[in-house]
């Protein structure tokens, strides 16, 4: 297999990477040569491991720090770690609100908080943050969740600009409906709200999209690697969407 330019020998960080998108992008990071480092707060054996949960500041510091000491650098990162909530405002608690906003959104800021300066220093460095189809158009009882992604795309773009001057490229991969352990929970909780059966839902959900089925974790890992390779050395402060054609009707 032909290695796809800037990934050999690159030191890489994934932020959620034990499950999903996040682990289909480090197995196929680990198969490009790179040194992979993940943060997670479930174990996984794909990459070198380290026990963090996003939301709390000094765990992120810790665990960039001790990938550094290691290492001497990190090249890329993607920041993959996110929940999602189906309700509407109402049907939000504030103990879910506080939650989700925690993980989706102070996770990726704490983690480039503690990355960016390294980055910065060593002039180089590739970025990948988590968006979603949300990121682009709304979709019922998603207040929560929309809101965060939404912030997370303008949160990449006002970054690409502040770190372009440091060869430092910021990048958001912008997911439809992907096939993953995050959407069983979300299925089931439409189900208990609306009585529709599950596989009624599984048929919905296939057929929103223009290409008539959900994407896989590997396809948004392939996107992802994209995003991270030189391969698209002009590209930062894009939004990049993979949703199977979601959000072009």
């Known amino acids: 297999m032909q290695e796809r330019t800037g990934f050999n020998d690159k030191v890489a960080l994934v932020v959620g990477g034990s ?105 180089y460095g590739n970025v990948v943050l988590m968006g979603s189809d949300q990121v682009f158009v709304g979709k019922g009882s998603s207040a929560v969740y929309g809101m965060s992604k939404a912030a997370v795309g303008q949160l990449t773009k006002s970054t690409a600009i502040d770190y372009a001057p440091y060869n430092v490229r910021v990048n958001c991969i912008c997911p439809g409906t992907i096939d993953t352990p995050m959407l069983t929970p979300s299925i089931e909780r439409f189900h208990q709200m609306s009585g529709m059966d599950i596989e009624q839902i599984h048929e919905v959900l296939r057929t929103a999209q223009p290409i008539q089925r959900l994407g896989t974790p590997e396809e948004i890992g392939k996107a992802v690697l994209f995003l991270l390779s030189d391969d698209c050395r002009f590209m930062t402060g894009a939004l990049l969407s993979v949703d199977g054609g979601y959000t072009s009707q």
């Not at 909530?85 to 608690?93: M, N, R, V």
């Not at 989706?104 to 480039?112: H, Q, S, T």
């Open 19 to 123: 499950s999903g998108m996040g682990n289909a992008t480090v197995r196929l990071l680990a198969a490009e040569g790179c040194r992979t480092h993940v943060l997670d707060i479930t174990p996984t054996a794909d990459a070198a491991f380290q026990s963090c949960d996003v939301q709390e500041y000094d765990q992120v510091r810790r665990c960039v720090q001790n990938i550094v000491a290691q290492e001497g650098r990190i090249d890329l990162l993607f920041v993959a770690a996110g929940v999602h909530l189906f309700a509407d405002i109402e049907g939000t608690s504030i103990e879910e609100f506080e939650r989700v906003l925690s993980i989706n959104l102070k996770g990726p800021f704490y983690v480039l908080k503690e990355v960016l300066p390294i980055m910065r220093e060593q002039r």
